[in-house]
C-alpha cells in the first residue's frame, strides 16, 4: 500500500531552521511530480512547494528565498528545507502526491485525487 511519511517537525523559535522529510513506500517519489502543503487551524490549506521528475521546482511566494524542497530518488524521500522561520509558518505540513491527471502545481496539491501523508507540524514562536 502506498504511502508517505512526514517526519522533522517541531517547535523553533522565528528566525530558526527545520528540515522536513518525507519517506515513501509503495511509490517512486522520483518519477512523480511531488510536494509539501501546509494547514493552519481554520485555514484552507495552500501549496508551498513542488517538485517534477525533471527536478524543476516551484514555490509558494511567501516561501520564496526561505525554503527549499528536494528529494533523494535513491532513498525515496522528499524534503523541505526550511529557514528564517516567521510566526505565521506555523501549520501542519503535509508531503503530497498529486494525481497524475494535473501539471505539477502546487495549487494541485492538496487536491482530493492525490494523496498525502499524515502530516507532521511545525509550530514557531515569536
Known amino acids: 500500500q502506498r504511502q508517505l511519511l512526514e517526519s522533522g517537525g517541531g517547535s523553533v523559535q522565528a528566525g530558526g531552521s527545520l528540515r522536513l522529510s518525507c519517506a515513501a513506500s509503495?511509490?517512486?517519489?522520483?518519477?512523480?511530480?511531488m510536494g509539501w502543503f501546509r494547514q493552519a487551524p481554520g485555514r484552507e490549506p495552500e501549496g508551498i512547494a513542488s517538485i517534477d521528475t525533471d527536478d524543476s521546482t516551484l514555490y509558494r511566494e511567501s516561501v520564496k528565498g526561505r525554503f527549499t524542497i528536494s528529494k533523494d530518488s535513491a532513498k525515496n524521500i522528499l524534503y523541505l528545507q526550511m529557514n528564517s522561520l516567521k510566526e505565521e509558518d506555523t501549520a501542519m505540513y503535509y508531503c503530497?502526491?498529486?494525481?497524475?491527471?494535473?501539471?505539477?502545481?502546487?495549487?494541485?496539491?492538496?487536491?482530493?485525487?492525490?494523496?498525502w501523508g499524515q502530516g507532521t507540524q511545525v509550530t514557531v514562536s515569536s
Open positions: 503530497a502526491a498529486p494525481s497524475p491527471i494535473f501539471v505539477c502545481r502546487i495549487h494541485f496539491l492538496s487536491d482530493p485525487r492525490g494523496f
Open positions: 509503495e511509490y517512486s517519489i522520483g518519477t512523480s511530480c
